[in-house]
């Protein structure tokens, strides 16, 4: 009897999944790669580092982190389109049209966070450096301090979260922040952008700010009573 029991178990651990669920597993996220279309952003002076190309590569990295089987989110990467409010839509209709449930329609499912990527820039000090998240509603500030607790590792120095209608965050009615991780304009910081690579080529900074973004997020989802529904197919 013993022996057919241990057989049962083994065979019940056989069949267990390779990956627990995740605070993220199932969830979709809209990621926005901040100015392109059009709007440069922010440039590093000494190495011309623009801000929409670290937006981008931020982008890139962090969307690969999120759809991997141990995490098991859903990403859209808004259009970079010229205005705001149009990228925010393109977001949204790129959730609605996830077809989870593989008949051929969308779902309709709602984006469950948006985040757009930013860098900073202060002209005048290229020294300078912190980390800032933006956010508009009451029902977007939990995600605001979960994510900026997570991003102010990567210079030292919080700037606090800002409350105001900029950027994405007035638009579609999504619980959304926008992030400033760190200014690009500080040279330190363009150096490691450029120079500072792993052995992918990826720099160093890029997955540095791509993983605690996962952080952010994953915080945010796990202290939630309720969230987004469905699961990875």
């Given at each position: 009897m013993k022996k057919v029991l241990l057989s049962i178990a083994f065979a019940s651990l056989l069949w267990a999944p390779v990956f627990a669920a995740t605070p993220l597993t199932g969830k979709i996220i809209a990621l926005d790669a901040g100015h392109g279309g059009g709007?440069?952003?922010a440039v590093n002076k000494l190495y011309g580092v623009k801000e929409e190309n670290?937006?981008?590569?931020?982008?890139?990295?962090?969307?690969?982190?999120?759809?991997?089987?141990?995490?098991?989110?859903?990403?859209?990467?808004?259009?970079?389109?010229?205005?705001?409010?149009?990228?925010?839509d393109d977001a949204i209709a790129q959730c609605a049209a996830l077809d989870f449930n593989r008949d051929g329609a969308g779902d309709g499912r709602k984006c469950d966070a948006l985040i757009?990527?930013?860098?900073?820039?202060?002209?005048?000090?290229?020294?300078?450096?912190?980390?800032?998240?933006?956010?508009?509603?009451k029902k977007d500030k939990p995600l605001a301090e979960k994510m900026?607790?997570?991003?102010?590792?990567?210079?030292?120095?919080?700037?606090?979260?800002?409350?105001?209608?900029?950027?994405?965050?007035?638009?579609?009615?999504?619980?959304?922040?926008?992030?400033?991780?760190?200014?690009?304009?500080?040279?330190?910081?363009?150096?490691?952008?450029?120079?500072?690579?792993?052995a992918e080529g990826v720099s160093n900074l890029v997955v540095e700010e791509a993983d605690a973004q996962v952080r952010g997020l994953a915080d945010y989802f796990a202290s939630r009573t309720s969230g987004g529904k469905g699961g990875r197919k």
């Open positions: 709007e440069t952003g670290v937006n981008l590569s931020v982008v890139n990295v962090l969307k690969a982190k999120l759809e991997a089987s141990e995490v098991g989110a859903y990403v859209v990467v808004a259009a970079r389109l010229s205005s705001r409010k149009d990228r925010v757009s990527v930013h860098h900073n820039g202060n002209n005048v000090d290229s020294n300078h450096d912190g980390t800032l998240v933006i956010y508009n509603e900026l607790a997570a991003l102010v590792p990567l210079t030292g120095q919080s700037e606090g979260l800002e409350n105001g209608g900029y950027g994405m965050t007035v638009y579609g009615n999504l619980v959304s922040v926008l992030t400033e991780a760190y200014y690009i304009t500080n040279d330190a910081k363009a150096w490691r952008y450029l120079y500072d690579l792993n």
